[in-house]
């Protein structure tokens, strides 16, 4: 893990996709969840560390345990979004992240969300966040 600042929050901006949208011309609602995980991982990355890393050297992983998103505005093709994800709540073994999503060019909030995840080891059972990890989730949390 690098000595980076270890934010609790990240933005991440992306462009609609037309292969995201229904036949309304609407984003398909199951890709507000995948925008979550687009901007949990790179909130990750911005503390210095990513999921392939605390899975292969760690043996570690973040099982989505529940999800919960509240649709606010449709959002469209070729729109840009802001993903708004913040670092909640860290345990032993449970972390959760909340997300705003929000149309880029007018801040109008589109959706907005949240993921308990479960720390397992390889075979599914509840572990313990290696220290390193527990440690800046705490410190991030802390500022």
């Not at 997300?99 to 589109?110: G, K, P, Q």
């Not at 995840?117 to 313990?128: E, F, R």
Request: with cysteine; hydrophobic share 40%.
């Amino acid at each position: 893990m690098s000595s980076r600042r270890h934010p609790a929050f990240h933005e991440t901006r992306l462009r609609v996709r037309y292969a995201e949208t229904d036949q309304m011309g609407v984003v398909y609602h199951s890709n507000h969840l995948i925008w979550f995980e687009v901007g949990r991982v790179e909130l990750l990355r911005e503390m210095g560390f990513s999921y392939r890393d605390m899975e292969r050297k760690e043996g570690r992983f973040i099982a989505v345990a529940e999800v919960q998103c509240r649709y606010r505005a449709p959002v469209y093709y070729d729109e840009e979004v802001v993903v708004r994800t913040r670092l909640k709540k860290v345990r032993e073994s449970v972390v959760i992240f909340t997300y705003e999503l929000v149309r880029a060019n007018d801040r109008t909030l589109l959706a907005e969300g949240e993921t308990t995840h479960i720390v397992t080891d390889s075979t599914m059972k509840v572990a313990a966040l290696p220290e390193t990890y527990l440690t800046a989730f705490r410190a991030a949390l802390a500022k």
